[in-house]
């Protein structure tokens, strides 16, 4: 799979270590190419392409297209196995899959490579027996590793759902494990990376995954990466200095004599060439090598059982190979000492390793590496398992009148993976030496050593004489390089640090609060300007070609020259592995919110590479900031804002460039400071918890549980603000940039209550077709509340919210407020803006569903109604699901109305908080749940300082959740109380009307009891909206979805129906209008006292002040674009100008595809029929020769399911009228079937004006005279066309002229096909634009 070169840093930094190779000679791919193609089986899979279509590199366990250089052999199981088969024995095994084909259970619900659930892997399905079982997938026979081949490739496997995972790799006759484990796994996707070393000749590669009787065994894989695995194509002739290898391969003048074959055919390693070497192999013992009881020779079978054990020794790539490790105590060293050797005598180069501190490896006096004649050790080396494992590489003189202390030439520290890593040394001493390698285990680390190469420069002292002792040396490494002052003291535990009579714990240093009086604990933790050797305790971790050195700007070349003083540059190194560099800092943190890293940088690499700074969090690795390849240079300066992290952390910089490419490249990091860092520091702005975003985030900032982030944005494109619908506001899109992570968290900083109780208002967004939950909670003590949560699409338009916040009077207890975005799927975007806190309490929620909390119900002094969901499935009472997600989890309100709670005739009152007054009329709506067994009588009533009935509802056993409905009359500030009760008494009309004074009002649900035994009552999701209440089954969709229900069904892949308008832009294609109106936002001028001729309740009125105007590409879209305005303009005075935005129910057919199949939008139930008529208008947007999306309509009862019309989508831009006629001898839903032909397709299905008439036959309209063709000659067409396109202009001109006479606004009939519109009147000194007029295709 070829990788984009401006993805390459990303993958880099998100992988991890050991992801990329620049090019160079010895690349493999197209480095030569014969004439023609060897058999198959000399050729096949060897990482080559031999046949310029790469054919014989198909099916070799990856794609066989030929790679770009630097990019590896990769499969994504998009389109196949790539060759992988499984090999299992039992039922638990192996097979190609897809997260929308697992409906449910433990798997991934998205692959890696897209993000989505169209993706595909590999995955062991879950294994209900309760035999151990372990299913196995093996590899292609592969050919020919290289020693850098590396693989890669992520994992999903869940704790809980397996009991191991393993890794092997088989040649010969020797099955290796190059990885395995036990868990725990994190949730998510994992990535998994490890070296195969040099394997000659055929392997095989295998993933198992082992289940037992307790563990589900559910385990996916996806993107399987062969990194540098070829060995080098032959070459007719090398470049300057390189070695002709037998093979004619060319290989670098360092990789001759390394102990590695990287020529293929070992002549690189022959004994002629590399003869006076002295390696030590540690299969037969020390050598000329002395050890301190701390080292142990040692090899992998049979060894300890440990996850940081090495699997395989260097010489030989085997379990049954030896190596040297440290078994010393952590805190004690283990020396390893070479012989006595002569003195090297004078050079014309003096070349020194020391890490970060040393001279830079060529200096312009130095000559080339062949030609060095100082002594050189090339050794190979291990440390896994512990960021504090060290080995140190010391100098020892001898021979002179006073004891030398041992001079550091290398020390390399951390964890490098489980790889055997490449280093070399070369040495220059006037005096007799010894080389000393000390090293030091940290806790469950593993130090080791293997393949140590002395030069033939090394030449041992003839007669050795009797060593003197070796002083006193630095032997074991501080936790990080601090002053002499401030050294460990024997007073302290191993580990602490000591300041003063201070001993500091571990978890106390770099936590940026200072301990220490001075700050020693907090002066080697990231921030240095370079100057000191200690670095700011940056420590190179690179692994190889590459390294991070502390330079001088008198060492420097090229851009790098203008800092003065010292940097950390970018050098040659001697790793065999991954070409990228990299630097880490100490574990820092946790940290606080404003916690910012500003640091100065240069780049210039061209035509590829990178600088970067990637958070490491547990393992996880985080990109915070990079800068991509340039040619400019200089030096720059940024920032980059880290925020809080509840977990100790480590900064890292990753650098990659071409350092034989073209002109001066390199790269440098100058200058780090972290600066508000501390957890404890406080701001201004950390008090601002209402925030409109314009300026910043004020107190709020992201979580980093995940790479899954909440980003403050900028309005563009179908993204905008609420505030102005230009500005800024915070936003959550999983795919920009792709992320896998399934939640996000926005938090404030702690806060003190201002008031014992507080309201939080905002306003959010959640648009999309699989978007999720969005959820509000509230942190305080260590305990999280959660206050309110929306799931699912609502519409492409903003929405406001609010929660009550209650607190302990008189407690100053902080509390911490908490967004979470869940993502269900991979479709749609969140997004919050205008956030507001006051003191006092809410009003009551326009819509509640009883996830959260119980929305301010409350039920008297009895309490005979509560909140319950029925998850165990042993509730005593009450619905099995609730209305809102369908599923035993979700809650609702229940009262038990058995005679043993509630006597017959008894009342139960649910009374809801006040409502504030709505500015037009509108409609409550609820669902309600009645026992099997009649449980009494429902009431409604609507309290306004005294108690009107507006609704009686008897009781409808059996297993659907009704709709109920409340018309609210406008300016009135109201509240809700429902009771279930006995027959009811005659219905009272509404209260005042709409121009009476407003006053309090709630609303009451009163229960009252049948006197039936084992009998409840239960209601949910109560919503106020905008308008009347429409006639069951029956919306023009102006308001919302009315009583339809567009819950996304995991069976059929989880998507839902959506709600917007035309006006509005979206990102998912839509039809121009609406059918209602028939304009993006409908406009009239009327006379003063006219009255609208549409629905009232589509339109509000604006001040004359308010200026409309059409809103810019994107949404979500201002509220002003969605209002109307009455305006007494200088040129028409006393002209009302009316606004109506037109709204329709749709679906994007794109996203589905086999993962999911259909979406469905579902009436309430409705009752049996013998006939009635649904009648419906109906958009579908697809190409004319491309059109796979279908429309059908289904009846659901509890008889089955019925398939009553179906469509597929065959017009563009156009609205078409349906009738069905409906027949039921049973309750059933009405469901519009959105769903795919074919494969899937960029288009819109619509729906608007949805009509259902109970008990009345449908009505064929009568044909227009546009339903008949006649025959009509060419000429007489073309003159039919103009003369109608002239009496069109006259009419316009005509129609524009009586308009602005008399100020009326005629409109179209809505039985017509074609959409109304209006003309484009300009009204200049109001700066309002009416939309231009709209048309139909025929």
């Known amino acids: 799979m070829p990788l984009p070169s401006h993805l390459l840093p990303a993958l880099v930094l998100l992988l991890g270590p050991l992801a990329v190779t620049l090019p160079a000679a010895r690349s493999p791919g197209w480095a030569w190419v014969p004439s023609h193609c060897r058999s198959p089986g000399q050729a096949a899979c060897n990482f080559v392409c031999d046949c310029r279509d790469c054919s014989d590199e198909a099916q070799c366990g990856y794609r066989g297209a030929s790679p770009a250089l630097g990019t590896p052999f990769a499969c994504d199981f998009e389109q196949d196995s790539c060759g992988w088969r499984d090999i299992s024995t039992s039922g638990y095994s192996w097979l190609r899959d897809r997260a929308g084909a697992a409906l449910e259970g433990p798997g991934p619900h998205s692959d890696h490579t897209l993000g989505t659930d169209l993706g595909w892997y590999m995955a062991v399905g879950t294994h209900r027996g309760k035999e151990a079982s372990t299913a196995a997938l093996r590899s292609p026979t592969l050919r020919e590793a290289a020693p850098s081949c590396k693989l890669r490739l992520w994992y999903h496997a869940a704790s809980g759902d397996v009991a191991e995972l393993r890794l092997e790799v088989t040649h010969g006759s020797e099955t290796l494990i190059l990885w395995q484990s036990t868990g725990p796994w994190d949730p998510g996707w994992q990535e998994l990376a490890v070296t195969t070393g040099r394997i000659r000749g055929d392997f095989r590669v295998t993933f198992s995954a082992t289940r037992n009787a307790t563990h589900r065994g559910a385990v996916a894989l996806d993107d399987l990466a062969f990194w540098d695995c070829g060995l080098p194509t032959p070459q007719a002739s090398c470049p300057l200095g390189h070695h002709h290898c037998q093979n004619k391969v060319c290989v670098e003048p360092q990789q001759l004599c390394d102990g590695e074959d990287n020529c293929g055919d070992l002549s690189d390693e022959d004994p002629l060439t590399c003869g006076r070497h002295t390696a030590t192999d540690f299969e037969t013992g020390l050598g000329p090598w002395n050890r301190s009881e701390g080292w142990s020779r040692n090899h992998s079978a049979g060894g300890p059982e440990r996850p940081s054990w090495p699997r395989r020794d260097h010489s ?14 952590p805190g004690t060293p283990a020396i390893l000492s070479s012989p006595e050797f002569q003195a ?23 000559r080339a590496p062949s030609q060095l004649l100082v002594p050189q050790l090339i050794f190979y080396h291990y440390l896994h398992g512990s960021e504090a494992g060290c080995l140190q590489l010391f100098l020892q003189t001898l021979g002179s009148s006073a004891p030398q202390a041992p001079v550091l030439l290398r020390r390399r520290r951390g964890e490098l993976g489980t790889a055997w890593v490449r280093d070399r040394v070369d040495i220059q001493s006037a005096h007799p030496f010894q080389i000393l390698l000390a090293g030091q285990t940290g806790p469950g680390g593993v130090v080791g050593l293997d393949d140590l190469i002395l030069s033939d420069h090394c030449r041992p002292v003839p007669e050795v004489s009797t060593l003197q002792p070796l002083p006193p040396g630095p032997w ?31 978890e106390q240093l770099c936590d940026f609060e200072e301990q220490c009086a001075g700050g020693e604990d907090e002066q080697a933790c990231g921030t240095t300007d370079f100057e000191s050797l200690e670095a700011g305790g940056w420590e190179d971790a690179s692994v190889g070609r590459l390294q991070w050195r502390r330079l001088s700007a008198q060492e420097s070349q090229g851009s790098s020259a203008a800092a003065a003083g010292h940097f950390l540059s970018l050098q040659r190194a001697w790793g065999q592995l991954s070409t990228e560099a990299r630097v880490l800092t100490p574990l820092l943190g946790p940290s606080g919110p404003s916690c910012e890293l500003h640091l100065a940088y240069y780049l210039q690499s061209q035509p590829r590479g990178f600088l970067a700074l990637v958070v490491v969090d547990n393992g996880s690795r985080e990109l915070a900031w990079q800068a991509l390849s340039s040619s400019a240079g200089g030096w720059k300066v940024d920032k980059v804002l880290l925020g809080a992290r509840r977990r100790p952390f480590q900064l890292e910089f990753v650098g990659l460039v071409d350092l034989d490419g073209p002109d001066q490249q390199g790269a440098g990091v100058d200058n780090v400071t972290l600066r508000d860092c501390s957890p404890t520091v406080t701001t201004k702005r950390d008090r601002e918890v209402s925030c409109n975003f314009e300026r910043d985030t004020c107190s709020w900032y992201p979580g980093h549980l995940s790479d899954t982030h909440w980003r403050w944005v900028e309005s563009r494109g179908p993204d905008h603000d609420h505030t102005t619908g230009q500005g800024h506001f915070v936003l959550l899109d999983p795919t920009d940039p792709l992320a896998w992570g399934h939640s996000a968290h926005l938090l404030s900083r702690p806060q003190v209550p201002a008031a014992p109780t507080e309201c939080l208002s905002f306003w959010y967004y959640l648009h999309g077709p699989q978007i999720g939950t969005l959820r509000l909670a509230m942190r305080r003590e260590g305990e999280e509340t959660h206050l309110w949560s929306r799931s699912g699409t609502q519409g492409n338009r903003w929405h406001e919210a609010w929660a009550t916040l209650s607190h302990q009077p008189g407690s100053r207890a902080q509390y911490q407020l908490l967004f979470e975005g869940l993502r269900d799927g991979y479709h749609g975007t969140m997004a919050l803006d205008d956030v507001a806190v006051r003191p006092g309490p809410c009003w009551a929620p326009h819509h509640c569903s009883f996830e959260d909390s119980d929305c301010g119900f409350s039920s008297g002094g009895r309490g005979l109604w509560r909140r319950q969901a029925n998850a165990s499935g042993h509730t005593a009472w009450g619905p099995p699901t609730d209305h809102t997600t369908e599923t035993a989890q979700g809650h609702y309100m229940v009262v038990d109305t058995s005679p043993d709670a509630l006597p017959r005739g008894q009342t139960a009152s649910l009374t809801s908080k006040e409502y504030r007054p709505p500015a037009q009329p509108a409609c409550l709506t609820f669902w309600y749940h009645g026992s099997l067994h009649n449980p009494g009588t429902l009431r409604v009533h609507l309290e306004k300082g005294r108690k009107h009935q ?33 027959p009811p008494p005659p219905r009272e009309l509404p209260g005042p009307t709409a121009a009476a004074l407003p006053c309090t009002h709630q609303v009451v649900f009163e229960a009252v009891a049948a006197g039936v035994a084992h009998s409840y009552v239960a209601l949910d999701d109560l919503l106020l909206q905008d308008g009347p209440c429409p006639r069951p089954g029956s919306c023009d969709f102006e308001s919302g979805l009315c009583g339809w229900s567009h819950l996304a069904w995991p069976s059929l892949g989880g998507y839902s129906w959506d709600w917007g308008g035309g006006a509005t832009p979206s990102r998912y294609p839509q039809p121009p209008v609406d059918h209602t109106l028939g304009t993006k936002a409908g406009t009239c001028p009327l006379e003063p006292g006219g ?13 004359a002040a308010h200026r409309v105007h059409a809103p810019s590409r994107g949404g979500p879209a201002h509220p002003a674009s969605a209002r109307a305005l009455r305006a007494g303009s200088a040129h028409q005075p006393g002209i009302n100008l009316l606004l109506f935005p037109g709204h329709f129910a749709f679906f994007e057919t794109g996203v589905l595809g086999p993962g999911g199949r259909a979406a469905w939008l579902r009436s309430e139930p409705l009752p049996a029929t013998p006939a009635s008529c649904l009648r419906f208008w109906y958009h579908m947007g697809f190409p004319e020769h491309f059109y796979k999306g279908e429309l059908r309509v289904l009846l659901r009862s509890t008889q089955g399911q019925l398939a009553v019309w179906g469509t597929g989508g065959h017009r563009r831009h156009q609205w078409l009228e349906a009738q069905v006629e409906v027949a039921s001898t049973k309750e059933f839903q009405v469901v519009f079937e959105a769903t795919l032909g074919g494969q899937p397709a960029l288009g819109p299905i619509a729906l608007d004006d949805v009509e259902y008439l109970a008990g009345q036959r449908c009505q064929q309209p009568a044909p227009s005279p546009g339903d008949t063709a006649a025959p009509v000659s060419v000429p007489t067409a073309v003159g039919s066309a103009l003369l109608l396109l002239m009496l069109l202009v006259l009419l316009g001109l005509g129609g524009r002229r009586w308009l602005q006479k008399r100020g009326s606004c005629p409109f179209q009939s809505n039985t017509e096909a074609t959409a109304p519109g209006f003309d484009n009147i300009l009204f200049n000194a109001d700066g309002v634009t009416l939309p231009a007029s709209v048309t139909s295709d025929p």
């Open 1091 to 1103: 009255e609208a001729t549409q629905r009232p309740h589509t339109a509000t009125w604006l001040p």
């Open 316 to 329: 030989r790539n085997s379990a049954q190979g030896s190596f040297l490790v440290s078994v010393a105590e």
């Open 476 to 506: 074991a490494p501080v936790p990080q390089p601090l002053p002499p002052s401030s050294r460990l003291q024997d007073s302290c535990k191993q580990g602490h640090f000591a300041c003063g009579d201070l001993c500091v714990p571990p």
């Open 344 to 366: 090297s005598g004078a050079s014309n180069c003096s070349v020194r390793w020391v890490g970060l501190t040393g001279p830079p490896c060529w200096l312009p006096r130095c």
């Open 950 to 982: 507006v609704l009686s509802l008897s009781a409808h056993g059996g297993l659907a959740w009704r709709l109920g409905s409340v018309d609210v009359q406008a300016e009135q500030a109201w509240r809700v109380s429902a009771r279930w009760g006995a």
